[in-house]
């Protein structure tokens, strides 16, 4: 739940210093109902608060005069100059409905509602407003409550409210009951240097939430903006690019408002989704940047309304000052409401200087009332002109609007210094410093420095906790010395049996560590007509040495019983260099292996349909084999892997015919289905007993690939280019068979693919592959390039490469292929514009794949799916095509747990 509501912030705020004077009173409306939450901004100190839930505010500030801004969503601002003195000020302020008109100016000839003109410089715009800012340093005060109104019966006894003593540690424990409340605030200092640096100071925090909701923190949403695409990965923002897509717009009216003529658009969703906001938003005239925003979002959690101000606190640098949270949580039973309110005090802001300003909004009145400088036009680059000319038109289309998005985005860029452009490193660039006594602020201290006033329930919050320390004090002082003998050994006796049945893992302080997977592990057990019932036990050893070299050993070893058989297997890897990711490594065993590599079965779904079904699609060889490799990075983003291996292949059969549920079926013979080995084709040519050998090199490139350094290691981060892989592999079979030709083939096989974020929840994938023999006479089956037919309608995880419809095996082939796979994703393009389905966080998802081989036909699929659904499933329709002609269609379920 406290995550639930921590992903709700989108913005954050700040708090000032305490001072002697005060500035107090209640903000009313005019029939005198108090405006929750009003912001009462300072001009002079760019610093802000707001009213609290019965419109009671408070500020303290030095001496001296002050313009002071009263002012509220839906409403008219008011501005009054106050001198402050040695007294205390109390000043009561009431606030007029503002009003909105439709000028006559705004009526278009072609009759489209002029809220669409104003959205498309918005939108074009936003890129410059959310990159405007090279620096700032800012106070945020937060302050969170939460108000429990009904807790579902099975739930009651579990939700326990753990206290915390002075020293911070648990003390002792309460269970949360319907009408309980609790208060969370924090005062921070936050440093923002552009493009992503941030320093987060914690000066206190206070906090009568559970122990799990006291770490959360405003850094998790600072970057959070309406100017963003998507906001805080929850919304799609109405300033987003494709937001003509997912929403309209319904010019409400304008109002002067100084300098400045505002203007109010509703925002109105095309369909109901949890995707997407609804309300109002307000843009400033000339400038076409925010100056309020009043939207709502009902997803999972429940029903969210956030409610922003945007203030000039520099000239052309509107920025929010007080944000103002409702939430209605409703989630199995469970129902509450929470709210949150911050204010902002900026000390310093700069522009970035480096990304040029609009001819349109320099020539717009800055915060003195003069206009800012504007750039000779020899120093306008062509982007710039293209800029100004689409923002000189009188009425934007939606191409233009778009045009214009992408131009803005293109300088800002442009604007990113040029260490943060040729970095490849991605940098953990938010440092967190929390003071030594933050958390220990008496009750003095809050109501000195807290400039939100606290509402009844919030001070009963710090009452109840208060008494909640003082009573874990006094237990405290009388400790519990009852005997506890006993209890030790049960506890290492239940222990022991979780140990020995879930599996543990053993580590000291030298780096060793000893890793039992437990006796009761499903993924080692299975069943199939080769081996019958498998069952097996894992481990793994693994030891740290100086110079960050590692050790790791994976045994496992297995039983089939209907082959009474023993397996094993031993995996060795020892990693000698964690910044090039250098290791060697040694694989060996006997086992049995799926003779096709392409994707494999899944042996839990081979289990069910062998038992369930009598379907036994998996198909094994025995395999004696031994490899020997070395992977490393030669460069950045340039792999390299070497392998020799050595393997005594062995034909197997079925040797079991149990099922649980007798079916009119029998089971296949322990031979895939494929043409090469059809009764015809005289398949022992291609599955026989063999000696193999090969040796193979890999290569794999990944242009300005970004990584990540943890300690000295450096992890890959992905890159904006695609990854290249190209393998060869020379093989010698029948070597020791002196009855039979020793064979040669050399293959080879590249690869390219890529993952694209292309908009709001968005994304496009593809693969290709392409590959051959030199010489494939004497090729047997195992050798064969194998693919990723999934045929079954359910299966277990997801497979990029996957092709739907065609049997096991069927694919695999001895001659040059070319494959392709592509997948599209969006929230809708479908069904998803349905009503009922319009409101789930599911997406659509289309996707192409094709494979064509010499002496083969072409096999092509087309298919369409919902994902996501329930989080965890896919489910989508196929359809088959060989030259292009119809073949076959198929439905499929997918569970991804992984």
């Given amino acids: 739940m406290n995550h639930a509501i921590r992903i709700l912030l989108l913005i954050f705020a700040a708090t000032s210093l305490s001072h002697a004077q005060v500035i107090k009173g209640k903000i009313t409306s005019q029939s005198g109902d108090p405006i929750a939450y009003s912001t009462v901004y300072i001009q002079e100190l760019k610093q802000g608060t707001t009213s609290n839930t019965k419109g009671y505010y408070e500020i303290k500030l030095s001496a001296g005069q002050y313009t002071v801004m009263y002012q509220s969503l839906g409403f008219e601002p008011v501005i009054y100059n106050i001198t402050l003195t040695d007294n205390t000020i109390t000043k009561d302020i009431r606030l007029q409905v503002q009003y909105y008109q439709i000028p006559e100016v705004r009526i278009s000839a072609s009759g489209e509602d002029p809220a669409y003109g104003i959205m498309r410089k918005a939108i074009g715009l936003a890129p410059y407003y959310l990159n405007n800012i090279s620096y700032y340093k800012a106070n945020v005060y937060l302050k969170g409550n939460l108000v429990i109104n009904k807790i579902p019966r099975l739930m009651k006894r579990s939700l326990k409210i753990e206290a915390k003593n002075e020293s911070g540690s648990s003390a002792s424990s309460t269970t949360m009951k319907e009408g309980d409340a609790f208060l969370m605030e924090s005062i921070n200092e936050i440093e923002f240097t552009a493009p992503d640096k941030y320093v987060q100071k914690v000066i206190s925090y206070n906090s009568t939430f559970p122990e799990e909701g006291n770490e959360i923190s405003p850094m998790e949403y600072v970057n959070a903006s309406f100017y963003q695409p998507i906001i805080a990965d929850m919304a799609i923002s109405p300033l987003a690019p494709n937001a003509f897509s997912h929403y309209n717009f319904k010019y409400l009216g304008a109002t002067p408002q100084g300098n400045y003529t505002i203007n109010k658009i509703q925002v109105i969703p095309k369909r109901k989704s949890q995707q997407l906001l609804e309300g109002t938003i307000y843009i400033i005239d000339d400038l076409w940047c925010l100056q309020s925003v009043d939207l709502t979002n009902e997803n999972l959690v429940g029903k969210i309304r956030v ?52 001819k349109i909004i320099t020539g717009a009145y800055s915060v003195n009332d003069k206009p800012a400088e504007q750039a000779p036009d020899s120093a306008r680059t062509k982007t710039k002109k293209q800029i100004d000319k689409l923002l000189e038109k009188e009425e934007l289309s939606n191409r233009d609007m778009v045009k214009l998005s992408r131009l803005m985005a293109k300088e800002s860029e442009k604007s990113v210094t040029d260490s943060a452009k040729k970095s490849l490193e991605i940098r953990d660039n938010t440092t967190q410093i929390v003071e030594k006594d933050a958390a220990k602020k008496d009750s003095a201290y809050w109501a000195e420095i807290r400039p939100i006033p606290l509402s009844d329930i919030e001070i009963k919050s710090l009452h109840i906790n208060d008494s909640i320390r003082v009573e874990s004090s006094l237990r405290e002082a009388k400790p519990d010395t009852s005997s506890v003998k006993g209890e030790k050994g049960k506890s290492k006796f239940f222990t022991g049996l979780k140990n020995i049945g879930l599996g543990h893992t053993w580590s000291d302080t030298t780096g060793t560590s000893f890793t039992f997977g437990g006796i009761i592990d499903l993924k080692n057990l299975s069943f199939n007509t080769v081996d019958g019932l498998v069952y097996g036990l894992d481990f793994r050893f693994s030891r740290s040495f100086k110079q960050k070299r590692s050790l790791t050993v994976n045994p496992d070893i297995k039983y089939a019983f209907s082959r009474q058989q023993l397996m094993w297997r031993i995996n060795a890897n020892y990693q000698f260099s ?85 079916t009119s079926h029998e089971y296949s013979d322990n031979i895939p289905d494929n043409s090469y080995l059809s009764p015809t084709s005289n398949p022992v040519n291609y599955i026989r007993n063999q000696d193999h050998a090969a040796i193979a090199a890999k290569v794999t490139y990944i242009p300005y690939q970004k990584y990540r350094m943890e ?13 290249f892989i190209l393998s060869w592999e020379h093989g010698i079979n029948d070597f020791r068979n002196s009855d039979a030709k020793v064979n040669h083939y050399d293959m080879i096989r590249a ?148």
């Fill in 578 to 662: 964690k910044v090039k990711q250098m290791e060697l490594f040694l694989r060996m065993g006997m086992t049995s292996k799926d003779i096709g590599n392409g994707g494999g079965i899944n042996p839990f779904l081979n289990t069910v349909t062998t038992l369930m079904f009598e379907r036994n699609y998996l198909k094994l060889y025995e395999s004696d084999y031994l490899t020997l490799g070395y992977r490393g990075e030669i460069a950045n983003g340039l792999n390299v892997e070497l392998t020799s291996l050595f393997e005594m292949r062995k034909v197997l059969e079925n040797t079991t015919d149990f099922t649980i549920i007798n």
């Fill in 307 to 358: 409610q922003q101000l945007y203030i000039p606190v520099e000239d052309g640098i509107w920025m929010p000052v007080s944000d103002k949270f409702e939430i209605n949580i409703g989630i199995i039973g469970f129902r509450a409401d929470a709210g949150y309110a911050v204010s902002v005090k900026y000390d310093n802001v700069k522009p970035n200087l480096s990304l040029p300003k609009p």
């Fill in 751 to 898: 690869e390219a693919f890529k993952h694209y974020d292309i908009g709001a929840f968005s994304e496009l994938r593809w693969r290709v592959r392409a590959g051959g023999y030199l010489d494939n006479r004497e090729l047997t089956f195992y050798d064969f390039f194998h693919f990723n037919p999934q045929p079954i309608p359910v299966l277990i995880n997801d497979y990029e490469d996957g092709f739907m419809i065609p049997s096991y095996y069927s694919m695999s082939t001895p001659e040059a292929f070319g494959e392709v796979h592509i997948k599209y994703t969006a929230p809708y393009l479908l069904l998803k514009l349905l009503p009922g389905l319009s409101n789930t966080l599911i997406r659509e998802n289309l996707s192409l794949s094709y494979l064509g081989s010499r002496y083969h036909p072409s096999y092509t699929e087309a298919g369409y799916s919902l994902s996501e659904i329930f989080f965890l499933a896919e489910i989508g329709v196929y359809v088959g095509f060989e030259n292009l002609a119809y073949r076959s269609v198929g439905a499929k379920l997918i569970l991804k747990f992984n």
């Fill in 711 to 723: 300690g000295k290691k450096r992890i890959p981060a992905g890159s904006d280019w695609p990854a």
